[in-house]
């Protein structure tokens, strides 16, 4: 009987993007309608869609050998898991989410000693009330359900809500007055499948992918050729992940050139590359960079 690797797909906001990311890696997830259980091109993993602020407690117990969360969910549930990588992506970007203590504008509350005795809402009660502590203030934390930017000031005097721009929260007439944590995409494992080699091993493997196309994002591929009189011109140029790599190509007064760049210098390198003497310039996307 073939070996299976149940691993967790959150549900919502990262669905998408964490789709993005695997097929990135080279595995294809397909999301079919009202299925929690989307396909994939490898025959070894089973997925199950899950919510991400679930997540944690599944793999903790074994329902899921492998998932993808944020650290800020692990740690509201307090779970007990195995963190494979820290994967930084989210659903608008690459990079780290907020949870932050938003007032109204016109709230008196500027500090955190200011929350002495009022009422916080939000979807993330341990990580909030553990704040509160770490900065000696008793407040009361009420669980949101949801739309918590329209809480204050009418039934809460504040709240603890996640953000990547800020941008809803002023939309909702609030300003951000502390940081309470910060958070990205966590890979964790249950320790029981860890400890299994076939699981551990193939759990690697997707870890090694997955994090090499993350560090591919903002990267591409060029290829040119040139004259040799010109060869040390245009590498002087060259703003190389690594040095570059160069080969002789049949006419031995000409060279191949290769190099991996950051995608954002390319508009002002390609056109400085060609009057240097470059020529037959390819740029092509990277897929994944594994060091």
Same mark, same amino acid.
């Given at each position: ?6 691993? /967790? ?8 993007? *964490?789709?993005?990311? #695997?097929?990135?890696?080279? #595995?294809?997830?397909? #999301? ?8 994939i091109d490898d025959p070894e993993i089973e997925c199950m869609l899950?919510?991400?602020?679930? $997540? ?6 074994? !329902?899921?050998?492998? /998932? ?17 990588? =820290? %994967?930084?992506?989210?659903? @608008? ?21 200011? %929350? =002495?005795?009022? *009422? !916080? ?14 900065? /000696? ?5 009420? #669980?949101?359900? /949801?739309?918590?930017?329209?809480? &204050?000031? *009418? ?52 870890? $090694? ?19 040799? =009189? ?14 570059? *790599? ?10 191949? @050139?290769?190099?991996?760049? =950051? ?7 390609? &056109? ?20």
């Amino acid at each position: 009987m073939a070996q299976i690797l149940k691993l /967790g797909i959150p549900a919502g906001s990262l669905q998408e993007s *964490t789709a993005a990311v #695997f097929a990135r890696a080279g #595995f294809n997830i397909a #999301f079919r309608s009202r299925s929690y259980y989307p396909s994939i091109d490898d025959p070894e993993i089973e997925c199950m869609l899950i919510r991400a602020q679930e $997540m944690s407690r599944y793999v903790e117990n074994g !329902i899921l050998d492998l /998932g993808l969360t944020g650290l800020d969910w692990i740690l509201e549930n307090n779970s007990d898991v195995h963190e494979v990588a =820290e %994967l930084e992506y989210s659903k @608008v970007s690459y990079g780290n989410v907020r949870w932050v203590l938003a007032v109204p504008n016109d709230s008196p509350i500027a500090t955190p000693k200011d %929350l =002495e005795g009022k *009422t !916080i809402a939000t979807e993330v009660v341990n990580l909030t009330r553990a704040w509160l502590k770490q900065h /000696g203030v008793t407040a009361r934390v009420e #669980f949101s359900w /949801g739309a918590t930017e329209v809480k &204050p000031p *009418t039934l809460a005097d504040a709240i603890v809500e996640i953000t990547e721009t800020g941008s809803s929260l002023r939309a909702n007439n609030l300003k951000i007055i502390a940081d309470v944590q910060h958070s990205s995409t966590r890979l964790i494992a249950n320790r029981q499948a860890m400890a299994d080699e076939w699981k551990s091993t193939k759990i690697a493997r997707i870890a $090694m992918l997955l994090k090499g196309a993350i560090n591919a994002r903002h990267f591409v591929g060029l290829k040119m050729n040139c004259a040799n =009189e010109v060869l040390d011109r245009v590498t002087a140029m060259l703003p190389s992940l690594h040095n570059p *790599t160069i080969s002789h190509l049949s006419d031995n007064t000409w060279s191949a @050139v290769e190099i991996v760049v =950051e995608e954002r210098v390319v508009r002002t390198l390609i &056109p400085q590359l060609k009057e240097a003497g470059a020529e037959g310039i390819i740029e092509y996307p990277i897929n994944k960079i594994i060091p």
